[in-house]
Structures are given as structure tokens and as C-alpha cells.
């Protein structure tokens, strides 16, 4: 077996021992010194794991775990911020569903927050699109394995009714079911500068005072595009909205 070989499947292991405590991992290989200064594992002296005391969320998460990418922190974050907004008015999205598992555990938390209107899940579900030069490790057609049928397929056995799912580019080839919404919460996962400036351009001003938007590859190697946009969306609207970043790699905008 070669060198390249043996490392792939060591790889593999890796990320199927991770994926059974919940966790997702990407190997990328850190191209330039810069990278290698801006992007290494963050450790922090934490150790609450409050996602471990929760039971309906553990139920929850046990249901829809091979539904998604995102680890238990990530989706904890997802299942509290939607409990906060339940006493706020608008809509909640989620733009870059994949196979619904984030989705999933956001329409669980609005279900027990008594939150009655629909949640939207959308998706192209033919993988990235809007590739650009600030996006250096994406081509396009990237997280393309995942249909609508399988997402309204995990709604149907969850038992959650108000999942609507949307196909299409966004917000180009979907907002026409949306268009009149405000918006109370949404999770952006669509990995690239383009689609996160033009999903936020959307969102934004029909945002809700208060109201939260979670990108979820802020924080991480490869999607580096998303991150640069995150940085302008905060030097342009300051004085709009509130910036935190949670060391789960989520950037999580909040209106003023």
C-alpha cells in the first residue's frame, strides 16, 4: 500500500470515529503561511456540555445525526437561538439544507417554543453554486448527494408538519413563496462569498429587530469566501448589527 494510500485511510478512520460522538471533520491540506497562522484547532478550557442534559434534544439529535454535517455543538446552538426567538414575530429559514438534519432540529425547537408558522428549508440540491475567485477551495456542484424527497422524508418520520422544503437557487429561484416574510431567525450554510452576500442581502432588511442569522462556516478552513463576507457585512453595517463569534465556527449576526 502507498504512502497516500495509507493516509486516506487513516483519514477515513478519523472522520468515521468523529462522525460517532457527533462530529464532523474536513482534512484540507493548509496551502499557504498565512493559512497556517489564521487557521489551526481551537482548544478552550470549557467543559459544560449542556446538549448531554437535555434529553429532547438528544432525542432529537439521535434521529436525524446521519441527516447532517454540523456536530452536537453546532446544532445545540441552532436549538437554543430558536427557543429565544420563539416571542418575536417573522418566519425562520434555513437557506443550504442539505439532508435536513440542522432543519430538523430547528423545526423540533420551534415545535416545543409553541412557534406556529412554517419553517422553510431550502436548497439547490445540486451543491454549491455562485463559485468566485474568493472561494479558492470550492468548483461548484460540491454537496450535491442530497435530494428534497430525503428531506421531506425526514420531516415525515420526525412528525414535523410545518417543514416546507424549497428547491432551487436562493434567492433567485425560491423567494417567490417567501416574498411578503419577515424573518425572526435564519441559518445560512451555503459555503460560498457569493451565495452567503446574496442570501444576507436578501435577509437582512427583512430581519426583525432582534432578530439572529447564523452562518455556519464562518469559522472553518475552506470556506474562507463566507468569512470574508461576514468581515464587510460587520465594517458596513456596524452600527446595524452585533457580531459574535462562538468558537463553534458559527458567525452569528444579531439586528440592533
Not at 416545543?112 to 454549491?128: H, M, N, P, V
Not at 420531516?155 to 417567501?178: C, M, R, S, Y
Request: hydrophobic residues 35%; contains cysteine.
Amino acid at each position: 500500500m502507498k504512502g497516500h494510500q495509507i493516509i486516506s485511510k487513516v483519514n477515513l478512520g478519523i472522520r468515521q470515529t468523529a462522525k460517532k460522538y457527533g462530529y464532523d471533520l474536513t482534512i484540507r491540506r493548509i496551502n499557504t503561511i498565512e493559512e497556517k497562522k489564521i487557521y489551526a484547532p481551537i482548544r478552550v478550557q470549557a467543559t459544560y456540555n449542556p446538549w448531554n442534559e437535555n434529553k429532547q434534544f438528544t432525542e432529537t439529535y439521535n434521529k436525524i445525526k446521519n441527516n447532517t454535517t454540523l456536530d452536537k455543538a453546532r446544532l445545540y446552538t441552532l436549538w437554543e437561538l430558536t427557543k429565544q426567538v420563539k416571542n418575536m414575530e417573522g418566519s425562520i429559514i434555513e437557506i443550504g439544507c442539505w439532508k435536513g438534519g440542522s432543519g430538523a432540529i430547528i423545526a423540533k425547537s420551534a415545535e416545543q417554543a409553541k412557534i406556529k408558522e412554517t419553517i422553510y428549508l431550502i436548497d439547490t440540491f445540486k451543491g454549491c453554486v455562485k463559485i468566485t475567485n474568493k472561494d479558492k477551495y470550492y468548483k461548484g456542484g460540491e454537496h450535491s448527494d442530497a435530494t428534497k424527497e430525503e428531506v421531506e422524508k425526514l420531516a415525515k418520520e420526525t412528525q414535523l408538519n410545518k417543514i416546507k422544503v424549497l428547491q432551487g437557487i436562493f434567492p433567485e429561484e425560491t423567494e417567490k413563496e417567501i416574498k411578503s416574510f419577515k424573518f425572526r431567525l435564519a441559518h445560512i450554510d451555503v459555503d460560498t462569498y457569493q451565495s452567503a452576500k446574496d442570501t444576507t442581502n436578501y435577509i437582512l432588511p427583512k430581519l426583525v429587530k432582534g432578530g439572529i442569522m447564523i452562518y455556519d462556516d464562518y469559522g472553518f478552513m475552506g470556506t474562507q469566501g463566507v468569512t470574508e463576507y461576514i468581515k464587510e457585512l460587520k465594517a458596513k453595517e456596524k452600527e446595524a448589527v452585533l457580531l459574535i463569534y462562538n468558537l463553534n465556527g458559527q458567525g452569528i449576526i444579531i439586528k440592533r
